[in-house]
Nanobody, 126 residues
Framework: QVQLVESGGGSVQAGGSLRLSCAASQQTYDVYSMAWFRQAPGKGREGVAAISTRGISSYYADSVKGRFTISRDNAKNTLLLQMNSLKPEDTAMYYC???????????????????WGQGTQVTVSS
């Protein structure tokens, strides 16, 4: 069982930056592939970025490529998402998710993730 707790959300103006963190309770954190998803009001949950167990491979949604960077610190059981050049369309609840081992059905398949955090709100104003 993995418990995930996100932090770092807030309200910023367009063009600003935020850094999201996700703390994992599991000691064997490095066996989990990790990802960030987001969900805006009235929309489905979409994959934002994902990173492999050892941080060698990372993947991004086209809408955030070049602006967001996902990273992980396995020694600290922490997942990060650096978000730069934020846009109003980035406004959403952001969730951290963990999948044991690799991804089944692709990194952005939310069914591949067994564990989810409670979310942290990001609001970007124009």
């Amino acid at each position: 069982q993995v418990q995930l707790v996100e932090s770092g959300g807030g309200s910023v103006q367009a063009g600003g930056s935020l850094r999201l963190s996700c703390a994992a309770s599991q000691q064997t954190y490095d066996v989990y592939s990790m990802a960030w998803f987001r969900q805006a009001p009235g929309k489905g949950r979409e994959g934002v970025a994902a990173i492999s167990t050892r941080g060698i491979s990372s993947y991004y949604a086209d809408s955030v490529k070049g602006r967001f960077t996902i990273s992980r610190d396995n020694a600290k059981n922490t997942l990060l998402l650096q978000m730069n050049s934020l846009k109003p369309e980035d406004t959403a609840m952001y969730y951290c998710a963990a999948a044991f081992g690799g991804w089944k059905g692709g990194w952005n398949n939310n069914r591949a993730y067994a564990y989810w955090g409670q979310g942290t709100q990001v609001t970007v104003s124009s």
